[in-house]
């Protein structure tokens, strides 16, 4: 189906621009004003001392050997330490990435399920009340402020109710013995619910406006009069013929989406004191960590162009018209 | 594999499919707009029925209406369209599904986007049967690669997608699906007409063929007059919204009796090749939502006469099975004379343009 050659090529040229990102974000963090250096040397250092540091971190070699010792380093997926927290960035960002990603997939995947099916359902049912209504819900809910509705959540569920934690991930002293028993444990279920309810109620509109689009001019299209003279059932018409087609751009969207969620929702990760990759990020450059910040952007960049080659993957099967590269 | 329908109650006796008083509105921001006024015709079994007029006259509107496909704004506020007896309009949609592709196909605009673009053919296809009859998806393919090779496709291709067929090997898909079910009429609106001239006089052969091997009445639609005229044994002209002229194909084409008709007949090389000078008819048709008082074709019609500002004239018959809905039969004779004359036409477009092209934009 995918043409190998083609696949290579999208694939090499993925890699280039990973690279590129590399470069550009290495000599972005040396044009900082103050330097990299900055953070953890006080004035009050001796000048033996401060060549002994400048000396450790190899910031007296020349920018090019520094810039072929970066690289060389991040072959081995060595991005450096962390001034602050003292450990290796890649155990630390990992992590961060982990609880992120644990909060946003499932956002993203309830957001967009739920998303695409009501769009469908609400371009189905085009020129209703019940259509006129369901739009303007969708719009209210999808213009309100996310960390507003996230602070109306906890303070009606946590706060008041009592139902579920004010924040964070995990109770007080729980303890886990790896990854798999942390993000299955019903502790961390059940912190994540109010996160991931706010987070839906925001992201479900994209999906939900792009696929209840998509369908209203599918459904214009002369195949589905030929599904309708077919005799078939509204639900086959609606499910085989007009959202199969309709959810293509959703897909590209989707791919996109899960790019950026990378990044975190900051502004989420802050209301519900989450651990997560974009509170990280702002962090480390507030403290001027730069080390953990460029590490964060770097594999925000390189989850980003990798889900634009899935997205363009997984077109080729949900359309066949799409035969990358030519034959 | 044909069964017996046992869900309806034919009429032996009744027509095929008989259209009478058929309306169809659309409410439309600008109000109510009626896209086909009045219309009755009569479809006889193994008949080839001819519907003609320029875009927007109301022809494919009635293919809609007959199948139920109508967009959600348009309805039919009065008449009747009757299948074997039943009425069409009265059906609940699971009754008109039953109908549906069983005795009643489409032939739509294969070549264009008819067909699912992400589906392969024989799923399609496969789709059609199972929707009606209970057999197993290897028999249903089986069916499938046999209609194929009754359209001239090969059947080894029926996986493919829509996409790796030429234009008119979709077409000719399109025909193998509507044949599936073996139907009893086949409403085709506009089939030929994204296709070349020649695979066009292919497709046009093979229904033809079809309607003689099979027993399938067919209702062709479409806005080129040498279609109609190669393929059907009767015809209705459409303009505007009415039935202008109506009946036998061969009486229509050799004693036309309305202006409009004769219009079109210039406005069309004859395959014979006789004539090779091309006269339009100036002017467009009127907006259905601003119609004229009288005659709809009055404004471009050389012919006219303050009689005709009136109402509509009425279809009145002017043979054995064959009406036209005109004023001005009694001339008939200069009318013909002069309707294969470029002046007539040319007079008409210079009042046209004089008074500022009425009707038009």
């Known amino acids: 189906m995918v043409n190998k050659r083609y696949l290579a090529r999208r694939f090499l040229l993925m890699v280039i621009s990973i690279f590129t990102v590399a470069t550009i974000l290495f000599f972005l963090f040396r044009m900082v004003p103050g330097g990299p250096m900055s953070a953890i040397m006080s004035p009050r250092m001796t000048e033996a001392a401060r060549q002994r540091v400048i000396e450790n971190f190899g910031l007296n070699e020349p920018l090019w050997k520094q810039y072929l010792l970066y690289m060389w380093q991040l072959l081995h997926l060595n991005l450096g330490q962390s001034f602050y927290y003292g450990q290796t960035v890649k155990t630390l960002i990992l992590d961060r990435f982990y609880n992120t990603m644990a909060l946003m997939l499932t956002a993203f995947l309830i957001s967009y399920t739920v998303g695409i099916y009501l769009g469908a359902q609400l371009g189905w049912i085009r020129g209703t009340s019940k259509e006129r209504a369901g739009m303007l819900v969708v719009l209210l809910v999808r213009s309100t402020p996310v960390f507003w509705t996230g602070m109306i959540v906890l303070y009606v569920f946590a706060f008041k109710l009592n139902l579920f934690p004010l924040g964070g991930m995990r109770g007080v002293g729980a303890q886990y013995s790896g990854p798999v028993s942390k993000f299955l444990s019903v502790d961390f279920l059940y912190h994540l619910v109010l996160p991931v309810f706010t987070l839906c109620t925001y992201y479900t509109g994209l999906p939900l406006l792009l696929m209840r689009n998509n369908l209203l001019e599918v459904l214009s299209e002369d195949y589905i009069d030929t599904a309708r003279a077919k005799g078939l059932t509204n639900r086959r018409i609606l499910f085989r013929h007009a959202a199969r087609n309709a959810v293509l751009p959703v897909v590209t969207a989707f791919a996109i989406a899960i790019g950026f969620a990378v990044g975190g929702q900051v502004l989420i990760e802050t209301v519900f004191s989450w651990p997560g990759l974009g509170r990280e990020m702002v962090k480390a450059s507030l403290r001027s960590d730069y080390p953990v910040a460029q590490g964060a952007f770097l594999l925000l960049s390189t989850i980003v162009i990798s889900m634009n080659f899935f997205a363009d993957l997984a077109y080729t099967y949900l359309d066949p018209r799409v035969r990358l590269g030519g034959t | ?361």
């Open chain 2, 1 to 361: 594999m044909k069964q017996a329908n046992a869900n309806f109650d034919f009429d032996d006796d009744a027509p095929l499919l008989e259209a009478e008083g058929l309306t169809v509105s659309y409410s439309t921001s600008e109000g109510e707009l009626i896209a086909v006024d009045d219309v009755s015709f009569t479809v006889q079994e193994d008949e080839i029925f001819g519907l003609v007029g320029e875009s927007g006259c109301g022809k494919s509107t009635v293919a809609q209406a007959v199948l139920g496909l109508l967009p959600t704004n348009g309805a039919v506020p009065s008449g009747s369209i009757r299948f074997r007896g039943i009425e069409l309009t009265e059906l609940e949609k699971r009754e008109l599904d039953a109908l549906r592709w069983e005795n009643l196909a489409l032939i739509s605009q294969g070549a264009m986007n008819a067909l699912n673009p992400v589906q392969r053919i024989s799923t399609q296809i496969v789709e059609a049967i199972q929707a009606h009859r209970d057999v197993s998806t290897d028999e249903a393919r089986e069916r499938t690669a046999e209609l194929f090779e009754t359209v001239g496709l090969d059947p080894e291709r029926m996986d493919d997608y829509p996409h790796q067929f030429s234009g008119g090997m979709k077409q000719r898909a399109y025909i193998a699906m509507s044949l599936a079910l073996d139907p009893d009429l086949i409403i085709a609106d506009e089939p030929t007409t994204a296709l070349d001239v020649i695979v066009q006089d292919q497709i046009l052969k093979r229904l033809k063929e079809l309607r003689d091997e099979l027993g399938i009445s067919v209702i062709i639609i479409s806005h080129d007059i040498s279609v109609i005229a190669e393929t059907c044994n009767r015809l209705g002209v459409m303009y505007s919204g009415k039935l202008m002229e109506y009946g036998n194909l061969k009486d229509i084409f050799e004693n036309p009796y309305n202006p409009y008709t004769l219009g079109l007949q210039n406005a069309f090389p004859t395959l014979r090749g006789e004539q090779s000078d091309l006269i339009s008819i100036p002017g467009s048709p009127p907006d259905i939502a601003d119609l004229p008082e009288g005659c709809r074709f009055m404004e471009r019609c050389p012919f006219a006469t303050a009689e005709c500002g009136g109402e509509h004239p009425p279809l009145e018959s002017v043979g054995d099975d064959h009406a036209s809905a005109c004023y001005r039969h009694d001339i008939v004779d200069e009318m013909r004379r002069e309707a294969g004359d470029r002046e007539t036409w040319a007079r008409l477009r210079s009042e046209v343009v004089a008074t500022g092209g009425a009707g038009d934009e």
